[in-house]
């Protein structure tokens, strides 16, 4: 399996993963998020055969200093906004999940999120989950819920700790 940047010679068209907003975004918006309004970037990971078997995509993000937690802000200047990159989305194909992909993407994001931090500040990198099972995930990784301002969990961590937590074999 190899990890690439989302391109048009991917099939998009038989992505599932179970959720349908996710593969219906995948399938209709992600080339255009990406190359048109540059809105968010997708980066894939696909088989041997090139058929995508997960995706994740990313975008800058401000996180409210009043909702963070403080431990997520401590010693950050009391800006109205933290500076952050969101996982808007992060998917495997049906027929992959349960076999380590998904941390796999997730580790290859927070890779993307420290090597970015390396020319911009950024404090936070966020999830924005679909629903709880989605927010757990997440929570196994160091990520902590924050305030909740709409229907879906949004959970925080901070990108130094990130740097830690996934400075072991994870990525790849
Ligand atoms: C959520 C998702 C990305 C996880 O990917 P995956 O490849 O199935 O997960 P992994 O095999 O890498 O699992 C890594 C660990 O997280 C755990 N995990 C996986 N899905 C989980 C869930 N929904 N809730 C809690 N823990 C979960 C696994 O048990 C595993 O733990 P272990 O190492 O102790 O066994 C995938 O199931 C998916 O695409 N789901 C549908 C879309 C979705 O909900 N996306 C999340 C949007 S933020």
């Known amino acids: 399996m190899r990890i690439e940047r989302l391109s048009?010679?991917?099939?998009?068209?038989?992505?599932?993963?179970?959720?349908?907003?996710?593969?219906?975004?995948?399938?209709?918006?992600?080339?255009?998020?990406?190359?048109?309004?540059?809105?968010?970037?997708?980066?894939?990971?696909?088989?041997?055969?090139?058929?995508?078997v997960g995706f994740y995509s990313l975008a800058t993000h401000a996180v409210a200093y009043d909702a963070s937690p403080r431990e997520l802000v401590k010693g950050v200047p009391r800006y109205d906004a933290?500076?952050?990159?969101?996982?808007?989305r992060l998917a495997i194909h049906e027929d992959h999940q349960g076999q380590g992909l998904g941390e796999r993407l997730l580790a290859t994001a927070v890779r993307d999120v420290l090597a970015a931090a390396e020319h911009v500040g950024i404090v936070l990198m966020t999830v924005d989950a679909l629903?709880?099972?989605?927010?757990?995930?997440?929570?196994?990784?160091?990520?902590?819920?924050?305030?909740?301002?709409?229907?879906?969990?949004?959970?925080?961590?901070?990108?130094?700790?990130?740097?830690?937590?996934?400075?072991?074999?994870?990525?790849?």
Do not use: I
């Open 82 to 88: 933290v500076p952050a990159v969101r996982l808007a």
């Open 131 to 172: 629903d709880e099972a989605a927010a757990t995930f997440s929570e196994r990784f160091g990520f902590m819920r924050l305030e909740a301002t709409r229907t879906r969990p949004a959970l925080a961590a901070r990108v130094k700790d990130l740097q830690l937590t996934f400075s072991s074999s994870r990525e790849g």
């Open 8 to 52: 048009r010679a991917h099939d998009r068209s038989t992505f599932r993963c179970g959720r349908a907003e996710l593969d219906e975004w995948f399938r209709t918006a992600a080339m255009e998020a990406q190359q048109r309004n540059r809105s968010a970037r997708t980066t894939v990971l696909v088989d041997g055969h090139g058929a995508v």
